[in-house]
């Protein structure tokens, strides 16, 4: 799975195979990129238009000076949710579900940017509406869509994406091969090593592709089966199978023809292999083994047998494998999970399968409303990152069932901790409805509406939530609603009162102990007003003492907001110097955590700290590249103060340097970008190690955790060993990877081995 990261750095999604042909294609959508804005590959599933898309894009992506994004939305089923996905593929965690649309127009204005939509078909009419209203709005925009339905807007430019050529080739290097023979041989090149296209089988494996019409999915599903059978016998069977199989109503041809291989292939499964197949078409995207054994094991494919069935249906290309080594995840391909869902729906499991998923977040969801205080907190958001789409499915089915308010609880705190405020919003709103809901569910819903700045709005919440409360005695909601009602007064501008109630909350809960991810945010917002104030010894006890809890029981989200409000404190105050290196730790929790939202409050008073240190040039460069981060929040972290500070910081920053060069400064920070600013603040705060400590050329960290690979660890494994998040043990181990020229842990093993102190 690609993580939040790696997509606002413009990578495409890997590709495990060999891209064949289609040099026409590539070449006409290469052109068109030089005369169109929109250009939508439309055709129909199995065709190829997702990695014709991945192989152009890669050719082109050079082109566009504010770089590429590629955005699957397949799993996604909520249409109101297609512009926050949008947003948070490019790294910017829309605020508001009811505007992300607003976000995205203030972040692509200037933008010369490539936008990749994949798989539209089922969400058309959203897509086509986002579309159209981000080109008008983006002179610089373009947008590539692939769909078996064309988006039929304005300025759409559709190219048909029809099978491979089943023709011979006229190329010189391989005279007698077409397009589709070529895909096949490379297939059955990697199913059997030994395997071979000879004088012998060429010419079944000709008449094979023209049976298949050269589509491509239906070519690797045929490709999967020459360990047992030859070109020959492949053909007859699926000679036999489309001519005598009907296909569903409304197909025919080539339609005809991949329903017809597929069911071919399904045939051929065992009845184990059958019934997966079938129970996996339930989970949306990509996912791990440890759900498919929760999900689809039972009656008739018991759980010893899940593994050994899974990789059999790998074998045979009808799941495919993603993920890295240690880190698998698997997939099936849209056209084949269609299959796999009408055979569900046949044996009357759909419902089953779709509780059970249910039933698999209710269990998660209850261990991580306990563990979310505890170090367990970065291995939960983890998680929560990797099976994002298969809890979207869940909340949905639990909301049609009526039984969501714990399980929601939770997960919208996990939306919150990444900083996904608006979808956490957008659930919120439907799990607590203003009538029925309980009293944590409406406060849940007001914090969240507090948080865009829609103070009035949330006050009926907090009333009927406070009602509630005192009806019943619950003194833990009093606190939560006390903590809730001190944000909304910091909103409104109404500082001693906003303290009032925050410390009133906070009371409740030290008195009682509470165990809650939230219930930190109390001393935090406390020492934001304390800061506000000119309290700034006030400010500094309150940080400090959530950071030092944070650090005893390993939790590191509201510590490192801690972190950065005491960053703040000691810039107001006029240490500059000492607010430095309490933001850098925030920044390096925070990128850790993947919050951008937290990212971008700490990089903002780290400019400030650098205007105050007297270097405004790196001041104005850090707002252009954090620029981009403004408009993630879309509004004021901490209310109306906040940015008034901000303005203030950026208006000295252009007093010092006069408008010319702040602009030209600002310009360059913009072009650096966020990602490699803050690349450059984390390797800032690394203190240089002894040189006896750690052998060259790897730095402290990286010679860490080449040590624990060494010990044959994953990098799930390292990473809870240290207590950070696998990604970042991921990029560290491209990183170790790179500086010793190596490409496999049991090279890394070797290296440690002889370079050990």
């Known amino acids: 799975m690609i993580s939040a990261t790696e ?23 290469l052109r068109l990129f030089h005369q169109s804005r929109l250009i939508t590959l439309a055709g ?23 770089g590429i994004c590629f955005i699957d939305l397949g799993a996604l089923h909520e249409a109101d949710l297609i512009a926050a996905t949008v947003c948070e593929s490019l790294g910017l965690s829309a605020q508001n579900v009811g505007a992300p649309g607003t976000i995205l127009v203030e972040y692509l204005a200037t933008r010369h940017l490539l936008l990749i939509l994949d798989t539209c078909e089922h969400l058309v009419d959203a897509c086509a509406d986002l579309t159209e209203h981000l080109l008008r709005a983006a002179p610089r925009l373009t947008i590539l869509t692939t769909t078996r339905i064309p988006l039929n807007i304005p300025g759409e430019h ?52 023209e049976r298949l019409d050269g589509i491509p999915l239906a070519l690797e599903l045929a490709a999967a089966h020459v360990r047992t059978l030859s070109a020959e016998q492949i053909l007859a069977r699926l000679d036999h199978r489309i001519l005598e199989v009907p296909s569903r109503r409304g197909r025919r041809g080539r ?11 399904f045939e051929l499964c065992s009845p184990q292999e059958k019934l997966l197949w079938a129970r996996l078409s339930a989970l949306t995207g990509d996912f791990d083994l440890d759900i498919v054994e929760h999900v689809c094991a039972g009656e008739e494919l018991p759980p010893h047998d899940v593994v050994a069935t899974l990789s059999s249906l790998v074998d045979q290309s009808i799941v495919l494998r993603t ?4 880190d698998a995840r698997f997939r099936l391909l849209d056209t084949v999970r269609e299959f796999g869902a009408r055979e569900l729906e046949r044996r009357g499991e759909r419902d089953t399968l779709r509780s059970r998923i249910a039933d698999w977040l209710v269990e998660n969801a209850g261990q991580a409303r306990r563990d979310l205080t505890t170090g367990a907190q970065v291995g939960w958001l983890d998680w929560y990152a990797r099976e994002q ?9 639990l ?49 969240f509406t507090v948080m865009h700045n829609e103070v009035d709005a949330a006050r009926p919440l907090l ?10 005695g619950d003194e833990p909601l009093k606190g939560f609603i006390a903590l809730v009602d001190g944000i909304a007064g910091l909103f409104s501008g109404q500082l001693a009162e906003a303290r009032t109630r925050l410390e009133e909350g906070s009371a409740i809960h030290a008195r009682l102990d509470t165990r809650d991810a939230l219930v930190p945010l109390g001393p935090v917002f406390i020492a934001v007003v304390a800061a506000l104030q000119g309290d700034f010894d006030g400010a500094v006890e309150q940080a400090a003492a959530v950071v030092a809890a944070g650090a005893e029981a390993g939790e590191l989200w509201a510590r490192s907001y801690a972190e950065a409000v005491w960053g703040m404190t000691l810039m107001l105050s006029g240490e500059p110097s000492a607010g430095l290196l309490r933001l850098r730790e925030a920044l390096r929790v925070k990128h850790d955590l993947d919050d951008m939202l937290g990212i971008a409050l700490a990089l903002e008073f780290y400019g400030g700290c650098l205007l105050n240190l007297g270097t405004p040039e790196a001041a104005a460069r850090l707002i252009g590249s954090v620029d981009d981060a403004r408009t993630v929040s879309g509004i004021s972290m901490f209310g109306p103060q906040h940015t008034l500070i901000r303005e203030i910081m950026e208006q000295q920053c252009r007093d010092a340097l006069g408008e010319e060069v702040f602009d030209a400064q600002r310009r360059i920070g913009h072009q650096l970008g966020l990602e490699r600013t803050l690349a450059g603040i984390l390797a800032e705060s690394d203190p240089p190690a002894p040189a006896q400590s750690v052998p060259e050329p790897l730095t402290k960290r990286e010679y860490e955790i080449a040590r624990l690979v060494s010990q044959g660890l994953t990098n799930r494994q390292i990473a809870e060993r240290l207590g950070i998040a696998k990604r970042t043990v991921d990029t560290h181990m491209e990183n170790i990877l790179t500086k010793l020229a190596i490409s496999s842990r049991v090279q890394i093993g070797a290296w440690i081995q002889r370079n050990a102190p």
């Open 389 to 397: 789409h298969q809890i979207r499915e869940a909340c949905d089915h």
């Open 7 to 29: 997509r606002r750095m413009g990578r495409l999604p890997a590709e495990f195979t060999s891209f064949i042909g289609r040099n026409a294609e590539l070449h006409e959508i």
């Open 158 to 209: 559709v190219l048909g994406i029809g099978p491979l050529t089943c023709a011979p080739s006229t190329a010189d290097d391989e005279p007698e091969l077409s397009e589709a023979a070529r895909l096949f041989a490379d297939r059955a090149t990697a199913v059997a090593h030994d395997w071979q296209l000879t004088t012998t089988n060429l010419r079944p494996v000709h008449r094979l592709c």
């Open 255 to 265: 339609h005809q023809t991949l329903d017809a291989t597929i069911g071919w292939s």
């Open 399 to 447: 909301l049609r069932g009526g039984r969501h308010e714990e399980v929601f609880l939770t997960v919208a705190r996990l939306m919150a901790m990444h900083g996904l405020i608006g979808e956490a919003r957008y659930w919120a709103g439907r799990a607590f409805p203003d009538t029925t809901a309980s009293g944590e569910g409406l406060t849940m819903r007001a914090m």
């Open 463 to 472: 009333d009927r939530a406070a009602a509630l409360a005192e009806s019943t």
């Open 323 to 326: 993920g890295s080594q240690d």
């Open 44 to 66: 129909p599933g199995g065709v190829g238009k997702t990695r014709l898309a991945i192989q152009a894009v890669a050719q082109t992506a050079e082109n566009y000076a504010d």
